[in-house]
C-alpha cells in the first residue's frame, strides 16, 4: 500500500473536502473545460469538480475512459477518479430481484450473478457498486423489499456474503471485480408503517440478534465500503450515528474501509431535526465517522468554517481522505486509472449468451410455486390439443425489470407470449392493464376464457410500485385485477395465475380460486423463459420463500421469527378468545417462510437426535428421513429450525438454523441429517454476553416455518 500521507500534506483543505464529496455524474451538463461539467443542483464549482473524488451513477468504457483522462490532466494531485454505481442485480443482463433470488436458497447462484454483474459492469469502467442490500424486511409494504433477501437473518448473513465474494473476488484488483459497499447500516427496513424513510425504533436486543448480522456478514466477507441508511435509528439518524459507525462498525467488527453516506442523507439530518444547519450536521457526519458525503455538500461548503471555529480538527478530514485513496489503490486505480474499461469487452460480454444463460438458470430457480391442484405443468401433448389461453396485463408485457435494473431494458425482454408461442399453440388477449380497464377489452378476454379449456392468467405489480420510495398501504393485486381474476375464475375453467410483482402481496382470493399460483417476481432479463420451463414441466420449480405472505395488509409485519406473546393461541392457561390474534381474520400467514412446492410431493419422518443431551462445547446429530412420495424426481429444501424454551430474554418461537437442498427420484428416500452445536445456541443474553443458557430446547426439521416434526434436548 502506498504510503499517502506526503499526499495528503500537499492537498489544499478545499481539495480534500472535493476529494471526500461524491458528486452525481448523469446530472450533468457539460462544459468546455470540464468534461462532465459542473452539478448545478447543489451549486458544484468549477474548483470541487476538478478534483472530486467520485462520481455516481455513469458507465460505458469511453465515456468513462475520457472522463478519467480529463480529470487526471486537471486534477493537480493526479489523483484517479471512483465510479461507483447501483449495480444490484445484474447490469445490463439482469437477473431477478435480490428478493427473488434469495427464494433459491442457493447463495452460489446469487455468487455467481454478482461475478457476472462485475464483469458488465467492470468493462464499462463502473469501480464499485452499491450492493449488498443487507437490511431484513418483515413488513410488504415498505417497497425496498424487493431489494433485500428477505425476514430471516441467517440467509440474509449467507446472501450478504455471496454477493460480496462474487463482486470482488479475492482481490478488487483483479480483472472484471468491483469493490461491493453494503447498505444501509443500520435497520432501514424497519420503516415504521413500512413508508420508506420513516424513522426506526428498534431495541438493542433486535439489532444484534436480528439486522446486524446480515451486514456483519458482508464486513467479514470483506466488502470494501459501508454506507448509512436515511432513517433515524433510535432517535438518531444514521448519518450522524457515531455509535453505530464508530463503536459497533470499527470498534466491534473491526472494519477498516470507508463509509459513504446514503444520497444527500447529510444534508437531511436537518430535516431530521438532528441539526440545525449544514455546518452542524456535516459536523455531526464527520464526527460518526462518514468519509464520504453522496451529492449533498455540506462537507465542502462547511468543514473549512467548522475547524477554524474548532469544532472539527483537519486530521478528522485527512483520516477520510486517506481511505478514499486507499480505496482507489486497493482498486488498482494509482497504477492503472482505467480498470477494466474496455469498449471491445463491452461488446463481447455484455448480455452474451453465457449470460442471458445464467440469469435463465437462475430465474427458474427464484420462482416459487405456491399452489398447484395438478394442472401444472401444463400438458402440451394431450390426444385432443387442449386449447390454452393467456390473459392479464402480464400476458404480453416486457416489465420483467423492477425499479433497481441498472442498465437493464424492457426492448432486451421477451413477453410471455412470446416465448409461449414457440412452445405450445396459445391465443392471447392481455383484457386489461394493470390501473387501465377497459370494459370491451375485458369482455373480449372473458369470452375467449370460455371458450379455452385452461387459461394462464398473468397479473402482477407495476415494476415502479416496489422499489425505493414505493411503499403501498394495500397489497392486494392493483387497479382492476382481483375483479378481472374473478371473471376469469366464473368462467369456470382451470386457472393457473402468474405473479409478477416486487413483495409479497395479500392475495386470499386468488390463493383460494386458482388451480395453480406461480410467483415468478420481477424475474429479469431472461424470466419468462425461465417462466415457460416451468409452466410446461422442463424443470421443476424449487423455490422457497424467504418473506412470509400475509392474508391481509393489517397483518404487516409478518415474520416467522418472532417472539411469543404470553398469550398465543391455544395456551393452557387462557381461553381462545383472549389469546392474541384478530377478531376479523387470520393471524397465521397465508404462504409462511420458507414454504413453496415442486412438481412432487415429499414426506417427512420423525425427527431423530443422536442424544437428548448435549454437553458445553459438544454436538449432537439431529436426522430426519425424507421419502420422494410422488412420481417425479424433485428437489426439497429441508429447513433446519431451533427453539430456545426459555432464557433470560424472551426468544423467538423458531430460529432457522440451517438447510439442505435434496433431489430425490420417486419412490427414493434418504436421510437428512444436521449437526447441532452450541454456536447455534448463543444468543445476546441479558447481561450483554453472547453465549449459550443452559436448558431446553427444540428442533423442527421442516419443509417450512410453520410445519414439522420435532424433538427437544437439553444443555447442560
Ligand atoms: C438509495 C441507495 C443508493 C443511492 C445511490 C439512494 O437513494 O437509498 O440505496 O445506493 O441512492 O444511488
Known amino acids: 500500500m502506498r504510503d499517502f500521507d506526503e499526499l495528503i500534506k500537499r492537498m489544499t483543505l478545499k481539495e480534500k473536502l472535493a476529494e471526500i464529496t461524491q458528486l452525481y455524474g448523469d446530472e450533468y451538463t457539460e462544459d468546455d473545460s470540464t468534461f462532465m461539467g459542473i452539478d448545478y443542483r447543489f451549486e458544484a464549482n468549477r474548483e470541487m469538480v476538478d478534483n472530486v473524488g467520485s462520481i455516481l451513477g455513469v458507465s460505458g468504457a469511453a465515456l468513462i475512459k475520457e472522463a478519467q483522462k480529463k480529470h487526471l490532466e486537471t486534477s493537480k494531485h493526479k489523483i484517479p477518479l471512483l465510479f461507483m454505481h447501483d449495480i444490484i442485480h445484474g447490469f445490463k443482463t439482469i437477473f431477478p430481484s435480490p428478493l427473488a433470488m434469495s427464494c433459491t436458497w442457493q447463495p452460489e447462484l446469487v455468487k455467481e450473478s454478482a461475478e457476472i454483474a462485475a464483469k458488465e459492469s467492470a468493462v464499462s469502467g463502473i469501480h464499485l457498486t452499491f450492493s449488498p442490500m443487507c437490511d431484513l424486511a418483515r413488513d410488504a409494504r415498505w417497497g425496498r423489499v424487493v431489494e433485500t433477501s428477505g425476514e430471516d437473518p441467517f440467509l440474509n448473513s449467507m446472501f450478504a456474503k455471496a454477493y460480496v465474494e462474487g463482486y470482488q473476488g479475492t482481490d478488487v484488483s483483479e480483472q472484471y471485480r468491483v469493490a461491493s459497499c453494503l447498505k444501509h447500516f443500520a435497520a432501514y427496513g424497519m420503516a415504521e408503517a413500512g413508508r420508506d424513510y420513516n424513522t426506526t425504533d428498534v431495541s438493542e436486543y433486535e439489532l444484534r440478534e436480528k439486522h446486524f448480522p446480515g451486514y456483519r456478514a458482508a464486513v467479514d466477507a470483506g466488502a470494501k465500503m459501508v454506507m448509512t441508511s436515511f432513517n433515524a435509528l433510535n432517535g438518531v439518524p444514521s448519518s450522524g450515528n457515531k455509535w453505530l459507525f464508530q463503536d459497533v462498525l470499527r470498534k466491534e467488527w473491526g472494519f477498516r474501509g470507508t463509509v459513504i453516506s446514503d444520497c444527500t442523507a447529510i444534508v437531511?439530518?436537518?430535516?431530521?431535526?438532528?441539526?440545525?444547519?449544514?455546518?452542524?450536521?456535516?459536523?455531526?457526519?464527520?464526527?460518526?465517522?462518514?468519509?464520504?458525503?453522496?451529492?449533498?455538500?455540506?462537507?465542502?461548503?462547511?468543514?473549512?468554517?467548522?475547524?477554524?471555529?474548532?469544532?472539527?480538527?483537519?486530521?478528522?478530514?485527512?483520516?477520510?481522505?486517506?481511505?478514499?485513496?486507499?480505496?482507489?489503490?486497493?482498486?488498482?486505480?494509482?497504477?492503472?486509472?482505467?480498470?477494466?474499461?474496455?469498449?471491445?469487452?463491452e461488446k463481447k460480454y455484455i448480455l452474451c449468451r453465457e449470460h442471458r444463460d445464467a440469469a435463465r438458470k437462475i430465474a427458474r430457480e427464484s420462482m416459487v410455486l405456491l399452489k398447484n391442484d395438478g394442472v401444472l405443468p401444463v400438458k402440451k401433448n394431450t390426444e385432443k390439443k387442449q386449447k390454452i389461453f393467456l390473459t392479464g396485463p402480464y400476458a404480453d408485457s416486457r416489465q420483467m425489470l423492477d425499479s433497481w435494473s441498472a442498465y437493464g431494458e424492457e426492448k432486451d425482454c421477451l413477453t410471455l407470449r412470446e416465448v409461449l408461442s414457440d412452445e405450445m399453440e396459445i391465443s392471447c388477449i392481455p383484457g386489461i392493464g394493470i390501473l387501465d380497464y377497459e370494459k370491451e377489452q375485458v369482455e373480449n378476454a372473458v369470452k375467449a376464457a370460455e371458450d379455452s379449456d385452461i387459461i394462464l392468467l398473468a397479473l402482477g405489480e407495476e415494476p415502479l410500485m416496489s422499489g425505493e420510495s414505493n411503499s403501498r398501504m394495500d397489497i392486494g393485486l392493483p387497479g382492476y385485477q382481483q375483479q378481472f381474476a374473478e371473471r376469469i375464475f366464473a368462467v369456470g375453467k382451470p386457472v393457473i395465475v402468474i405473479l409478477y410483482n416486487g413483495r409479497p402481496l395479500a392475495i386470499p382470493e386468488i390463493a383460494l380460486k386458482a388451480n395453480a399460483v406461480l410467483e415468478a417476481w420481477f424475474p429479469g432479463t431472461e424470466g419468462n423463459h425461465a417462466v415457460c420451463d416451468i409452466l410446461t414441466g422442463a424443470y421443476a420449480p424449487s423455490g422457497r420463500l424467504t418473506m412470509s405472505f400475509p392474508w391481509a395488509v393489517g397483518q404487516c409485519p409478518i415474520y416467522y421469527n418472532c417472539y411469543s406473546t404470553g398469550r398465543p393461541s391455544k395456551n393452557v392457561y387462557i381461553s381462545e378468545r383472549f389469546s392474541s390474534r384478530y377478531i376479523d381474520g387470520q393471524s397465521v400467514p397465508l404462504y409462511p417462510f420458507g414454504y413453496g412446492l415442486t412438481y412432487t410431493t415429499f414426506e417427512y419422518g420423525e425427527v431423530i437426535l443422536s442424544d437428548t443431551v448435549m454437553r458445553r462445547n459438544g454436538s449432537i446429530m439431529a436426522q430426519c428421513s425424507l421419502k420422494n412420495t410422488g412420481d417425479r424426481a424433485g428437489t426439497e429444501t429441508v429447513q433446519l429450525y431451533l427453539k430456545d424454551i426459555s432464557g433470560s430474554r424472551v426468544r423467538p418461537v423458531r430460529m432457522l438454523k440451517d438447510f439442505r437442498r435434496i433431489t430425490l427420484k420417486p419412490g427414493e428416500t434418504c436421510q437428512a441429517v444436521f449437526r447441532i452445536d452450541e454456536e447455534m445456541l448463543k444468543f445476546h443474553t441479558l447481561d450483554k454476553g453472547f453465549a449459550a443458557e443452559t436448558g431446553k430446547f427444540k428442533i423442527y426439521i421442516a419443509e417450512n416455518a410453520s410445519t414439522g416434526t420435532c424433538a427437544e434436548f437439553e444443555l447442560v
Do not use: C
Open 268 to 345: 437531511e439530518m436537518i430535516y431530521h431535526g438532528f441539526a440545525q444547519d449544514e455546518a452542524e450536521a456535516a459536523k455531526k457526519a464527520i464526527d460518526a465517522g462518514v468519509d464520504i458525503e453522496m451529492v449533498s455538500n455540506t462537507y465542502y461548503n462547511s468543514a473549512e468554517r467548522l475547524i477554524k471555529q474548532g469544532r472539527l480538527s483537519e486530521d478528522q478530514i485527512d483520516l477520510s481522505v486517506k481511505r478514499v485513496l486507499e480505496l482507489k489503490e486497493e482498486l488498482g486505480l494509482f497504477d492503472n486509472p482505467f480498470k477494466d474499461a474496455d469498449e471491445e469487452a
